[in-house]
């Protein structure tokens, strides 16, 4: 076990739903000797305000938020303070996501089905220096990354795309509105809607029409 001269890992929760952080709280009670929560956020537009007055070892923060996504919480946090250490949460077992949390310069990339224990021992490790991934994450990481050296992957890819993303993308460019690419891939129009916000991050625009423009003129898809 890693442990801290200074007593346990200090850690504010970043969450834009109450419930999320106070689910994590009560996760890390019992752990209080190695982890203790100083602090918390709900949402990440008053996130910078709380880490910069606590000063807390890690925050803790989930990657996709309403608004300001936890990837730019992360960039503006480093910015401001380098040795800051970041460990993103996601529902979202996509090594494109980890590949993101480690270009902005987050210490680890955890997924919200960890066990407690689990959670404990991988903020002490970020704590120690360690970099946080997901064990299975990382193996795919490995075989993804070289995949993507060989050019041996999903069209939108080199441009940060998901594998779900690049398949919205693809529809967006035939014409298929969000209620037609909901229902061929079952899934919810707030999930196209959310999609689609993190393509136009990614792709640097604002609107579908710029999206299709890009992708067609980068040459994602002819």
Aim: contains cysteine; charged residues 25%.
């Amino acid at each position: 076990m890693v442990t801290s001269a200074t007593g346990p890992v200090r850690v504010v929760l970043v969450d834009d739903h109450e419930m999320v952080i106070e689910g994590l709280k009560a996760m890390l009670a019992s752990f209080h000797q190695r982890v203790v929560v100083v602090g918390q956020s709900v949402g990440a537009e008053d996130a910078l305000r709380v880490i910069t007055d606590l000063e807390p070892d890690i925050v803790l923060c989930d990657i996709r938020m309403q608004g300001i996504s936890g990837l730019d919480l992360c960039r503006s946090m480093r910015g401001l303070a380098p040795e800051r250490k970041v460990v993103l949460l996601s529902v979202y077992d996509d090594e494109q996501y980890l590949f993101q949390a480690l270009r902005v310069g987050a210490s680890g990339y955890l997924l919200k089905s960890i066990s407690s224990d689990e959670l404990v021992r991988q903020l002490e490790l970020v704590h120690g220096g360690s970099t946080a991934i997901d064990p299975d994450m990382a193996v795919r990481a490995v075989d993804t990354a070289a995949r993507m050296q060989r050019d041996e992957f999903w069209p939108g890819a080199r441009q940060g795309l998901t594998q779900r993303e690049s398949e919205i993308m693809s529809f967006m460019v035939t014409g298929l509105s969000n209620r037609g690419i909901a229902t061929r891939l079952i899934i919810s129009d707030e999930t196209v809607k959310s999609h689609l916000r993190s393509i136009y991050r990614k792709l640097g625009v604002s609107d579908r029409t710029t999206a299709v423009a890009t992708a067609l003129r980068e040459g994602i898809f002819q």
